[in-house]
């Protein structure tokens, strides 16, 4: 997860601008925003949200935040809610702005198709027509022979089959692409859901089996029940030989490149050459992401009775099209895959899907409206020389490592030296010009533009590396790290508050944006991102010992986070979450430095009571604040490499100006003694 901020010349006049807000009067947030103020609080920090009966050594996520976790209700369209739901929001509300205004322009691709997507009386009233064709070649299926070249046709729609089949950079020769072939095959999060013994885990499964019966009884098919129950034992046997996430993060093992021919043997139930052969992919190599899973998986597609994996097929159809589908079929998937495993009541309004779906099919054509509407020049710049403070800072903290030797240092100085910080927007955008958007065809617009991202992912391997195409658009929050590219990306709508405010005070901009930049950055350093080189190759680059130095601190911060129980008898998994945490860890301990150097010897003021190192680590609690359902917090400890947000925030326990800033004493709950902090980077 990330966000991303940047001030050029910046932090000087950042002093200023809070420096003002000061002597402001505490106000309302939107009279602050319209007098000139930050958008959060007097200095850029909500003051109304903290909870100044708990002691921040016991918790600082509540002290910072507790008021507003108390007083915030998730909205019923919502899994959970939080900072980066807001910014979220007003993505959304921008986004539909300029679709509506596209609306009148009958030559525009995107008012098309948004308006299409939004006429859900037309979908209504053609049923389950529009889905016959691709039912029924599931359904003309005559033999198991014939099954790899329709799952690969039917994969191309856009439909989840049990392996995925994708384009990306070979990792140890990142200047070529390769074709990745890893474990899929589940209509469930993740192999826990079916093979879990927790009661709550239980029950979402029979859910799941329910749901997989409602939608072939939609389809109109007989026997529902006993061949929903089929489908989740023929998805139970693939959940058995499916990695964990754990093992399926590790760079390493997930390296397997190998010819097609040797896919073929080590895999015989299933053809893989004939499942490239009907994609008409040119394809003699492959990254096997998880060897023994694929090996695994295409045993039990060759033990399975075709009737099943048809039925499957069906299904996953059903519930990928789901939204341009009558609402019979749109409700149903959305009881499952919303309600049973996120908790969240209520489908989102229509235009706020609308707005997804046209992102979704026609990213670029979207975002260049937004960016020139919504991200000024100036903030790309200020967003640079943040980044360059950031990337300084970190260089200095490579050079006082106590425990990385001299050889290593200067590779990972190299390293950084050869970053490339991505702002805002792509360099290049993409051609849409041969997919078609048909008035009055919500469905066939949908599965075009699936088949047209597919085609488009597949032409890579007759290219060379983009190395300006991004996994996010413009309208993301978030941010990312890209190993193979050396690559850090921020999306133009993280810049915003609470992650950044140019009329914020700098050290709460630091703790926000600064540490989300940092967060990026360490990642090219964590447990993973640390075994690419100079050049974004997967290569050993490390001495042995400095390996060894590195794993124990990584031990000691799994331990750290394994004993975090977010729900009774639930855990945080230290291993699934080591790279995000050693990101927060890295990134906002580099990012204070950066905070501090950006103030030249000068001392910062008080604002409202608060010393600037308070002021820096309220920034940073602040755009964890979140609450969460406790399905999808569930489904979260599972499934997602970030610790829950009061973890991440509390990561302050281990960092020396945290406990000097707020005076935090042995005996508190969070409370590390110094050798027990955690200081890898
Ligand atoms: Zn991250």
Request: hydrophobic fraction near 40%.
């Amino acid at each position: 997860m990330v966000r991303f901020a940047a001030f050029s010349l910046a932090t000087t006049a950042l002093v200023g601008a809070a420096a003002i807000a000061v002597t402001a009067a505490p106000a309302a947030q939107a009279a602050q925003a319209a007098s000139g103020g930050p958008q959060y609080g007097t200095f850029g920090f909500d003051l109304s949200g903290m909870d100044r009966s708990v002691t921040p050594g016991d918790n600082f996520y509540y002290y910072a935040n507790g008021t507003w976790l108390k007083n915030t209700q998730i909205p019923a369209d919502q899994s959970s809610y939080g900072s980066f739901n807001t910014l979220d929001d007003l993505s959304h509300t921008r986004t539909r702005d300029i679709l509506e205004q596209a609306k009148a322009d009958p030559s525009s691709k995107i008012g098309r198709a948004y308006a299409t997507y939004l006429d859900t009386a037309a979908i209504e009233k053609k049923g389950l027509a529009p889905v016959k064709p691709l039912l029924n070649q599931i359904k003309a299926l005559k033999s198991k022979a014939g099954y790899p070249a329709l799952a690969s046709a039917i994969g191309g729609s856009g439909v989840p089959i049990p392996f995925a089949a994708f384009v990306s950079p070979d990792q140890k020769d990142p200047n070529k692409y390769l074709m990745r072939v890893s474990q899929a095959g589940l209509g469930m999060p993740d192999r826990d859901y079916y093979l879990s013994a927790d009661p709550k885990l239980a029950a979402t499964r029979a859910a799941y089996e329910k749901h997989v019966a409602a939608m072939l009884t939609l389809a109109g098919e007989p026997n529902a029940a006993a061949r929903a129950k089929a489908i989740v034992n023929f998805e139970t046997k693939i959940a058995q030989v499916s990695w964990t996430r754990v093992e399926s993060r590790n760079a390493s093992k997930t390296y397997n490149k190998m010819s097609l021919a040797a896919l073929e043997k080590s895999a015989p139930g299933f053809n893989f050459a004939g499942f490239f052969r009907a994609a008409r992919a040119p394809v003699n190599e492959v990254n096997v992401v998880q060897p023994s899973a694929v090996t695994g998986i295409a045993k039990q597609i060759k033990a399975a009775p075709l009737g099943v994996l048809k039925d499957q097929l069906i299904v996953r159809s059903l519930d990928a099209f789901s939204d341009v589908l009558p609402s019979a079929i749109d409700n149903e998937s959305f009881s499952f895959y919303g309600t049973a495993l996120s908790g969240t009541p209520q489908q989102q309004e229509r235009w706020k899907r609308g707005v997804d779906y046209t992102i979704g099919s026609l990213t670029d054509e979207v975002s260049k409206i937004y960016v020139s509407k919504y991200f000024p020049p100036e903030t790309k710049a200020a967003a640079d020389a943040m980044v360059r403070n950031i990337i300084a800072a970190m260089n200095r903290r490579i050079d006082a490592l106590d425990w990385m030797s001299p050889e290593t240092k200067a590779k990972a100085h190299e390293k950084l030296a050869n970053f490339t910080p991505r702002i805002g927007y792509p360099s290049q955008w993409h051609d849409y010009s041969k997919l078609r958007v048909v008035a009055g065809d919500a469905f066939g617009n949908e599965l075009r533009a699936n088949q047209w991202r597919r085609d488009d992912n597949l032409s890579k391997l007759r290219e060379p590396v983009r190395r300006w195409e991004w996994g996010m658009t413009p309208m993301t929050i978030n941010a990312q790290a890209n190993p193979d590219l050396v690559a850090i990306t921020f999306p133009a709508a993280i810049m915003q508050p609470p992650f950044f405010d140019p009329k914020a005070d700098p050290a709460v901009n630091y703790g926000g944006m600064g540490a989300v930049i940092g967060h990026e950055m360490s990642h090219h350093f964590d447990d993973q991102g640390a075994k690419f080189d100079v050049h974004g190759r997967l290569s050993d680059w490390w001495t042995p010992q400095d390996v060894a130095a590195f794993n124990s601190r990584l031990d000691k911060l799994d331990a750290e986070y394994s004993a975090y129980e977010p729900l009774p008898g639930m855990h945080v998994n230290g291993r699934l979450t080591m790279g995000e945490n050693v990101a927060d860890l890295a990134g906002l301990t580099t990012a204070h430095d950066a905070y501090i150097a950006s103030l030249n010897g000068a001392a910062p003021p008080v604002i409202d009571g608060f010393t600037a190192d308070q002021r820096f680590y309220l920034g940073w609690a602040q755009v964890w604040r979140r609450n969460y359902r406790e399905a999808n917090l569930r489904q979260r400890v599972l499934t997602d490499p970030h610790s829950p947000n009061e973890y991440r925030s509390n990561i302050v326990r281990n960092m020396d100006p945290w406990y000097k800033a707020f005076n935090v004493q042995p005996g508190q709950k969070l409370y590390l003694a110094p050798a027990d902090r955690v200081r890898i980077w």
